[in-house]
């Protein structure tokens, strides 16, 4: 009787446990931020092209990340769209294909040569591709003030 007891104690206990994910402690590079009322990174980047909606806390995977440092990712969703964090914090290298969360806005930037060649020795390119790259782009881009991998 006495080892029934104790077993379904246990059974009460385990089943008490509770949603993982509610207790889960979540890392944050930059600044924190609530993780539930985010866009997907597509319609976010739509409302901005259609409305100028410039802030925004996306979700989406991560296409690429910087392979020097963790300065930068894009999302898989648009390639062409780099995300930075202006030198405020790096995430980590190996995220790549992993879901991710940010805050913060969309704008337009000019991007030089010089810094087209970086993204791309970055990125892995070879030497022959980055000679390529003869003229700056002015693209879209976001700027991460927090990101939080899952």
């Known amino acids: 009787m006495r080892i029934l007891i104790i077993a379904l104690a246990a059974v009460a206990i385990a089943s008490c446990g509770g949603n993982s994910e509610a207790t889960e402690t979540k890392t944050f590079y930059g600044t924190s931020f609530d993780t539930t009322a985010t866009l997907s990174f597509t319609e976010a980047r739509d409302s901005f092209l259609s409305n100028g909606t410039s802030n925004a806390l996306v979700v989406g995977n991560v296409g690429a990340v910087c392979q020097t440092e963790g300065c930068w990712y894009r999302f898989a969703e648009d390639n062409d769209i780099m995300v930075d964090f202006n030198h405020a914090f790096k995430i980590p290298m190996d995220c790549k294909s992993k879901g991710i969360q940010a805050t ?34 002015i693209r879209l881009s976001y700027r991460a003030e927090g990101v939080h991998i899952k």
Do not use: H, N, P, W
């Open 104 to 137: 913060g806005y969309f704008y337009y930037d000019t991007t030089s040569v010089e810094m087209l060649q970086e993204y791309a020795k970055d990125d892995g390119k070879s030497a022959d591709e980055i000679a390529e790259i003869t003229e700056s782009k």
